[in-house]
């Protein structure tokens, strides 16, 4: 039986990419033995979190070594020459693969992956897969597999938080090391084959939950969900859209449902418009499909997105969507979504008055039928065949 590593930042925490990665990895473990190489310490973690604690699955604790400050600087300093100054050849690249990851990092989980004898490797986020390149030759021989979570345009488009522009072509180099790299949408697998000159496998992200009661659709609520981090998920301007959407609708709310550092200033905007009352910030929950069966229209307000998982999960509950113009929507909702121009709050706010005067019964049917596409035995499938090819 084939071992399956999976590389990840976290598991033991709520969000989009742990969730994905918790039902990937238990739908593999019926045919694969399959473990979560994680930098969270499993023993200090609530295994009820997605039901992890029902599957066969091994938890691998991994920690870094600390660097001395004399390599740390010499390793900044290459790297800055590198993203301002230096050619970005194949060498170049290179260099600074390692002066971003230094030697006894690299050396302690090259040491930790082939000690597990994996036959495949799975770097979740373009972070590890970029460090899982980096040490391919030492990881015994373990077929190597980038998995890629956020949108092209939000890893490599100007201002982004993640790589950047300036990051373009070393990111292009270092995944072509890659035995396979995974990204959720053809839209951006054509940006790869475009700047890169090869194109990714595509699979989409299948619903990660068990739906709850279907949405009645007479709730007068709108609803969105997602991590509270600055501009990703657009909630500042989802809140100043609603408040614009409020002036002529005064039985409409809105719940927001997440966690993050951006709460606070929501709240305070949420005050600053006289909101109150009106918008409700909720924390996360483990029975988000409370939310989902509540909701009457489900906003997508996200600047940017890998894989919208919360669309596919609001339209399992028979929730219609409206939704920011982004290849990975369209990806999901093709003719039958409702779309506003990317970041414009006035357009936002005129398509989520479009969305009351909905045939809704005909919009829900819709959003089921949509949602099915998604199921996780079509998705499994493919990442099979995927392990089975590498």
């Known amino acids: 039986m084939k071992r399956i590593g999976f590389l990840t930042d976290s598991i033991f925490s709520f969000g989009g990419v742990q969730r994905v990665t918790a039902v990937i990895a238990t739908a593999l473990s019926k045919d694969y033995e ?13 295994l009820t979190l997605y039901r992890l604690g029902d599957y066969p699955l091994t938890y691998i604790h991994v920690s870094y070594p600390q660097v001395s400050r004399l390599k740390t600087l010499g390793c900044k300093a290459y790297s800055y020459l590198y993203r301002k100054m230096l050619p970005q050849g194949g060498l170049t690249s290179d260099l600074y693969a390692h002066s971003s990851f230094p ?14 004898h994996y036959d495949v490797i799975i770097g979740v986020h373009a972070f590890l897969a970029i460090r899982l390149a980096t040490i391919r030759k030492r990881v015994g021989g373990a077929r190597t597999v980038g998995w890629i979570h956020n949108s092209f345009d939000a890893l490599l488009r100007d201002g982004s938080p993640y790589l950047g522009k300036e990051l373009r072509k070393h990111y292009g180099r270092q995944l072509q090391k890659l035995d396979a790299t995974v990204v959720l949408n053809q839209s951006d697998a054509d940006e790869y084959e475009k700047a890169f000159g090869y194109c990714p496998a595509v699979i989409a992200n299948p619903l990660t939950l068990v739906p709850g009661k279907r949405s ?11 991590r509270m981090a600055p501009q990703h998920k657009g909630f500042d301007l989802l809140v100043q859209a609603f408040a614009r959407f409020a002036t002529s609708h005064q039985d409409w709310q809105l719940d927001i449902v997440g966690d993050g550092p951006e709460h606070d200033a929501l709240q305070q905007q949420i005050r600053e418009c006289g909101m109150e009352g009106r918008i409700t910030l909720h924390p996360f929950t ?3 499909q409370e939310y989902y069966s509540q909701a009457q229209v489900y906003v997508l307000s996200s600047r940017w997105e890998g894989f919208g998982l919360v669309l596919v999960e609001a339209m399992a509950h028979g929730v219609p969507v409206v939704s920011s113009d982004l290849p990975s929507s369209r990806d999901i909702l093709g003719d039958e979504g409702i779309y506003f121009r990317n970041g414009d709050v006035a357009d936002m706010a005129q398509k989520m008055d479009l969305a009351t005067h909905l045939d809704w019964d005909k919009a829900s049917e819709t959003a089921i039928r949509l949602a099915g596409r998604f199921d996780i035995s079509n998705v ?8 089975e090819k590498v």
């Not at 399959?34 to 609530?46: A, G, H, L, R, W």
């Not at 030697?103 to 597990?116: G, T, Y």
């Open 286 to 288: 483990s029975n988000i």
């Open 216 to 226: 009645q659709g007479n709730s007068r609520r709108f609803l969105a969900v997602g």
């Open 103 to 116: 030697s006894e990092r690299q050396q302690a989980l090259a040491d930790l992956l082939r000690s597990r």
């Open 380 to 387: 499994i499938k493919q990442w099979k065949q995927l392990i």
């Open 34 to 46: 399959v473990e979560i190489v994680t930098f969270d310490k499993p023993e200090e973690q609530d």
